[in-house]
Structures are given as C-alpha cells and as structure tokens.
C-alpha cells in the first residue's frame, strides 16, 4: 500500500496591499531595475496575499486543513509527523497567514493543535485552534 498523498497547498487568498504594504512595493519597485544584473535575480516576497497578521480567519484555516487531512488517522499523522505533516502545515501557515513569525503545532488524539504567532507594526498576535481528525473517513470505520 502506498503512503496517502498530501495535496499542493492551495493558492492563499489575497486582500491587495494595505497602505504600508504599498509604500514597501514602491520602493522596492525602484530597488529591484537597481540590483538587478543579466546573471542575477532579485526577488521578493508576496507580502498581499493570505491573511493579515491582525485578521487571521482560523475557520477558513481550519477548514483547509481538515480537507488535506481528510481521512487521516492519529496514527497516521503522527508516523508522518516530521516527514510530512509538520513541513506542509509550515508550508501552508506561511503562505496563508502574512508575518507569521512563530508555528506552534502537535498532533493531538482528536486531531492536531495549531498555535500561531504574528506581528504587524501595531502589535502581535497569537491564534490557537485544532484541526479534528474526521472519524467518518478513516480506513476501517463505518459511517
């Protein structure tokens, strides 16, 4: 039997530049032609798309993460922990939730506990919320 896949992490949604965010594009809209050379490539960071750091949505969160691990079992997810569990909750919260700066997150018998920690220019903030496993999906269970 093979190992149940993960799916790519979805595209974040996007809520445009804030005021702040547009001052830091125009700038760097300046620097970039400045270091840029024919055998080099600047690149920066997408700082518009996913959640502001003060405006998390962790139901939406929540919900993406139960579609990935739709079907899994605590067993599952903690064999698979350090290899792929753990890496593609980074991967995802990265992409989702702007400035985060800390991910706290452990497999838990319902499922699994997510801790983050953001900060804006007005503050930090910390978010926790579990992800339930859905018993209904796992091998070997009836609905």
């Not at 962790?58 to 922990?81: C, D, M, P, V, Y």
């Amino acid at each position: 039997m093979s190992a149940r896949e993960l799916p790519s992490v979805p595209d974040p949604p996007s809520f445009g530049p804030d005021p702040r965010q547009e001052t830091f594009y125009s700038v760097i809209g300046r620097l970039v032609p400045a270091l840029s050379h024919p055998e080099t490539k600047v690149r920066v960071a997408a700082t518009s798309t996913g959640f502001p750091a003060s405006a998390v949505d962790l139901g939406r969160l929540q919900t993406e993460l139960e579609r990935a691990f739709a079907g899994w079992s605590s067993k599952e997810i903690r064999s698979r922990w350090r290899s792929d569990v753990f890496p593609w909750i980074s991967q995802f919260t990265r992409a989702w939730v702007q400035r985060r700066s800390i991910l706290r997150a452990k497999p838990i018998l319902s499922g699994i506990r997510i801790g983050l920690d953001t900060k804006d220019d007005l503050g930090y903030y910390r978010y926790v919320f579990e992800v339930p496993l859905n018993e209904r999906y796992q091998r070997g269970s009836s609905a």
